[in-house]
């Protein structure tokens, strides 16, 4: 039987429900700046309302190449809600195959980094006439829009720093509500509508031919994804929850963060790239976290840093980890400091994880008690033949 309608909630709602339901709780941590939900919720829609002015729609693609941090983390809901594609790309990649992966999806928009300068051009030209506009984190432009002639009559795209974006937005309606018209970028900022089959994220990983390959991750499957792993990896998980986000969010973390901010849990980002053992479990002291994404090579740096006996990680509730198998002394020395707060998952892009759960009930010190070896069993929903 063909279904009346395809149609499904944009992903980006979730923001807006959350900023509903918690405006003062907060939302994300990043150094020494914390937003609310309210504050992050304002942002996005000042960005999204910016970019629809500019003709920023729907399937557009927009590329990011930047380390974690507040823009990063509102770049994907500024996509999702704009009904954009956000093709995020893993900041250690190389120039080249950056430039092939601007290649391949012709992103309309370039947000980048401006510790990767070199890269961005390389993006730049991989994507072509297919840019239009250029927004810079932290960058050293003027502030003033600009766009010009570049070598052999090639027209530039407009580059302007993302935060001159996000603010003279932000001040655009401040200005209009403080004059009592209302706020006129309400309806600019609403989410685009969208079927399930809606493409939302391009997930890049490596590739079989040495290229990165591309999963086409949908507003359907992914709202699906959100209520697996709330269902199987973090259960319980509440506005109360905070997570630790210790891996780049233009993969694995970043839809693990998709799952934090369903449920109004905090999220915490590391002060820098470099993975500081000790600043994590400092973090995660300061801000009671909860629960957190890793890969085994990570977590077997968490536990057996010095660090993990000198702060109070007794909050924590569910340690995740996937991407790769893990040595078992590993894992009983994980088990040994952390305590019964393992939970593995494995899987692949496509599906981001949701084909089968090892929780940590059967997480054992105990080789007898243990599956060793095992992947856990089918993940909800999933049928596993």
Known sequence: MIPATRSVMNLGTLLSQTARRFPERPALVWRERTW????????VDAAVAALRARGIGKGDRILVHARNSNAMFESMW????????WVPTNYRLAAPEVAYIAQSSRPRVLLYDTAFRDVAEAARTGAGDALELVLAIDGTH????????????????????????????????ASVSAAGAG????????????????????????GTTGRPKAAMLTHGQMTFVVV????????????ADASLVAAPL??????????????????????????????????????????????????TMLTRHDSVDAY???????????????????QIHALEKLGPVLVQYFGMG????NITVLPPALHSEDDLEMPVGSCGFPRTGMDVT
């Open 78 to 85: 500024i996509a999702f809600r704009l009904g954009a594609v």
């Open 312 to 330: 109070d990680h007794s909050g924590l509730r569910y340690v995740i980890y996937a991407g790769a198998p893990m040595y078992r002394a590993d």
């Open 183 to 206: 706020a006129p970028d309400a309806v600019a900022a609403e989410p685009a509508a969208v079927e399930y089959d809606d493409p939302l994220w391009f997930f890049f990983t490596s």
């Open 350 to 353: 496509e599906v981001t994880g």
């Open 36 to 43: 609310t939900w309210a504050e992050l919720e304002a942002r």
């Open 250 to 299: 233009s993969h694995g973390a970043g839809i693990h963060a998709l799952t934090q901010v369903a449920r109004g849990a905090m999220s915490v980002l590391m002060p820098s790239e470099r993975l500081d053992i000790e600043a994590a479990w400092r973090l995660v002291e300061r801000h009671r976290v909860t629960n957190m994404f890793t890969v085994p090579t990570i977590l």
């Open 142 to 173: 003027s502030g003033e829009a600009r766009s010009g002639e570049a070598r052999s009559g090639e027209v530039r795209p407009v580059e302007m720093r993302y935060e001159d974006l996000v603010a003279s937005q932000l001040s655009d309606a």
């Open 228 to 239: 697996n792993h709330l269902c199987d990896l973090m259960p319980g998980t509440t506005e």
